[in-house]
């Protein structure tokens, strides 16, 4: 190894691996870094990680929180937790510089309802001394984070921060690198310069002309060949660590920043999955006991009083039949609305084992710190299709019951077309709807008992009439609206004459009114839960009924 630039080249190369060697273990700063705050002396019954200070962790950051007594922390949308923290006084966490997270302490209410369990939160981790969080945003938008008890004693207030350090020494790799190609660079040259060294005593080839040099021949012609080899090999050995060096600094391509493919939904789908089954399982119970006081933390609405009343009828008449059951899975189709207010709709198609059809289900969140509440649960009908809600990922427009909005007509102008077309079949609003399983049948019946040669001697009418506070809407993908409403139908049989009877004899009215016939009358009351599909504004199409849900309410002697 006698080329003179081997050696050097060689230990520089060694120096260079060392020192980037060194930079990656013995130099190397700290793996992780962290910010803490402490607020002991707080009495807030919340604490809140705010959404910038937790944008400033892209990558993720593992929060500690330490705090005796049992507490909950709860991941949501920034807005849904502002609003649910409200009035309350708070904690805030936010970014500050150092090793230390800025605290800051807002007036108001000393009190709040335990957060556990709420609809809103997407994640929600139960944390008793020491809850270790590892926080990555659910998905794209702003968050924060809840820390509370029981909404009366005082929130947690000892939280670390701890994320992977970005300090970094940008030169290590780089000098490991180069310093590895000029090693090997010298090692060539080394045993290049080695090998061409002739023989003494031999011959070798001089060249294409084949003549023979001789052993003995002079330095200068010695160095005049050995030179040709490492000139061919240096520019392929420049080229490879010049590649390497490129490779080392070029930075990758930059991903393209994803965008909001139109409004949000508020609730995601593992939100919606779990309210579904907590809705579900809470329907069950009350079916299995027949008892509308359990049906209340998640029923409300229509949806309560069909079956509170489906429950009263079954406990005077054993053969009642019981109602359709609802269902979480499976899950069909949806519509989630998008808004940053309240109240909140969605309407969730599902269909279980024990149902013979697909049934929509309307869930309503009133407000903030309260969950959503099945208030409308009927079955589509025969031949009916759901109208298209927004694409995947996107959230639907609620409507304004009493507003036209683009609309053919507005949502409680709708429902009350529909009650005036069966009160009044042959009325003003016969062709509003098209053909339909629940107008026809509904029809028909009426028909028959007003025609039936047994009744002649009563006078038979029916009303339905729609309750606009019960109306929602949400808007369709075709600039439509899916309408669900509440229609009550009367049934009044009066006898013509004095003297005159009806008869009750045998009939749920008998064991709903403990009479076997009355010369005064009855009233029949049904519920009528409905859902409807309404034209955007200037279509030629006609409304339709694509869901619908009946239920005798009760009966009244007059």
């Known amino acids: ?9 060689i230990v520089l190369g060694v120096l260079l691996m060392l020192v980037g060697i060194g930079q990656r273990t013995i130099w190397a700063p700290p793996e992780t870094e962290s910010a803490s705050a ?53 904690n805030r966490l936010e970014a500050a510089d150092g090793d230390e997270l800025a605290a800051a302490s807002e007036q108001g209410e000393a009190k709040t ?11 929600e981790e139960a944390g008793e001394g020491e809850l270790s969080y590892d926080w990555k945003a659910p998905t794209e938008g702003d968050w924060e984070i809840l820390l509370a008890t029981d909404g009366t004693a005082a929130a947690p207030g000892d939280v670390t921060l701890t994320w992977d350090s970005d300090a970094s020494r940008p030169l290590a790799v780089p000098l490991i690198v180069l310093g590895a190609l000029l090693a090997v660079l010298g090692l060539a040259l080394g045993f290049l310069r080695s090998g061409d060294t002739p023989r003494r005593g031999g011959r070798r080839s001089a060249g294409p002309d084949n003549r023979s040099v001789p052993a003995e021949k002079s330095p200068s012609s010695t160095s005049a060949f050995t030179a040709h080899a ?23 391509p930059a991903l393209a920043e994803e965008g909001s493919a139109g409004s949000r939904p508020v609730v995601l789908d593992s939100q919606l999955e779990r309210i579904l089954a907590d809705v579900a399982g809470t329907v069950e119970a009350g079916d299995a006991a027949k008892d509308a006081n359990a049906l209340a933390p998640r029923v409300g609405g229509s949806a309560y009083a069909l079956r509170e009343a489906n429950y009263a009828v079954a406990a005077k008449a ?5 109602p359709v059951p609802v269902a979480a899975q499976t899950l069909r189709t ?36 309260e969950n959503y509440k099945l208030v409308s649960a009927v079955q589509m009908l025969p031949a009916s299709t759901f109208p298209q809600p927004p694409a995947a990922g996107t959230g639907a427009d609620q409507i304004p019951a009493d507003s036209a909005n683009g609309l053919l007509m507005s949502p409680q102008q709708a429902v009350a077309a529909l009650a005036d077309s069966l009160t009044n079949p042959q009325g003003d609003n016969k062709a509003t709807f098209a053909g339909n399983r629940f107008t026809e049948d509904v029809v028909k019946f009426q028909e028959q008992v007003k025609t ?15 309750e606009p506070s019960a109306t929602h809407a949400l808007r ?18 009066t006898p013509k004459e004095a003297g005159d009877s009806i008869n009750l004899e045998g009939t749920v009215y008998q064991s709903l009114t403990g009479e076997a016939n009355t010369g005064a009358g009855i009233d029949v009351r049904h519920g009528e839960a409905v859902m409807v599909y309404v034209p955007a504004a200037g279509s030629n199409s006609q409304a339709q009924v694509v869901g619908a849900a009946q239920q005798l309410l009760g009966a009244t002697l007059k």
């Open 38 to 90: 402490a607020v002991s002396d707080a009495k807030a019954p919340v604490t809140v990680l705010d959404a910038e200070l937790l944008a400033g962790y892209p990558d993720g950051v593992e929060i500690t929180v330490r705090q005796d007594a049992p507490f909950t922390l709860a991941v949501g949308r920034a807005n849904d937790v502002e609003a649910w923290v409200g009035e309350a006084a708070a």
């Open 476 to 493: 369709t993908a075709d600039g439509g609206a899916i309408v669900f409403g509440y229609l009550a139908n009367t049934f009044s049989s």
């Open 1 to 9: 190894m006698r080329n003179k630039f081997a050696v050097p080249l």
């Open 334 to 369: 949806q519509s989630v609305a998008a808004t940053d207010s309240w109240p909140r709709t969605i309407v969730a198609v599902t269909q279980g084992e024990a149902n013979p059809v697909p049934q929509a289900l309307l869930l309503v969140q009133a407000s903030a710190r």
């Open 113 to 123: 309802p335990n957060p556990a369990g709420s609809d809103l939160w997407v994640v």
């Open 230 to 252: 490492p000139a061919r090999r240096r520019p392929a050995m420049a080229a490879a660590a010049a590649a390497a060096l490129v490779l080392v600094a070029t930075p990758a």
């Open 452 to 466: 039936d040669p047994k009744n002649e001697f009563a006078t038979n009418t029916f009303t339905h009439t729609a």
């Open 318 to 322: 054993a053969d009642h039949e019981a």
